[in-house]
């Protein structure tokens, strides 16, 4: 089992860039296929990025496409996601999220385990 703990998140201007932090608990992070998602206010979940154990691998969510970039660093035990030229839309809480031996899942009926969320606004 894996205990996921966001940070990072914060108010920004449309434009602006924030970097998002998950930090997992236990001696097996490498094992996990990691992603992120993100829930605005009467939505429903979406997927944001995924990445493999070994992070050679990464999907995107075209909304978020050359603008995010998804990694990990297996030794901290943490994976990131940092966002450039941030848009009012993305808006929302986000989420990163572990599973096993799915790598680059999309669908959160994927993932196992998940944070509580971190709050990004962008102001226009």
């Known amino acids: 089992q894996v205990q996921l703990v966001e940070s990072g998140g914060g108010l920004v201007q449309a434009g602006g860039s924030l970097s998002l932090s998950c930090a997992a608990s236990?001696?097996?992070?490498?094992?996990?296929?990691m992603g992120w998602f993100r829930q605005a206010p009467g939505k429903e979940r979406e997927f944001v990025a995924a990445?493999?154990?070994?992070?050679?691998?990464?999907s995107y969510a075209d909304s978020v496409k050359g603008r995010f970039t998804i990694s990990r660093d297996n030794a901290e035990n943490t994976v990131y996601l940092q966002m450039n030229s941030l848009k009012p839309e993305d808006t929302a809480v986000y989420y990163c999220a572990a599973t096993v031996s799915r790598p680059l899942a999309w669908k959160t009926h994927e993932y196992d385990y998940w944070g509580q969320g971190t709050q990004v606004t962008v102001s226009s």
């Open positions: 990445i493999n154990w070994s992070g050679d691998s990464t």
């Open positions: 236990g001696r097996t992070f490498s094992r996990y296929d």
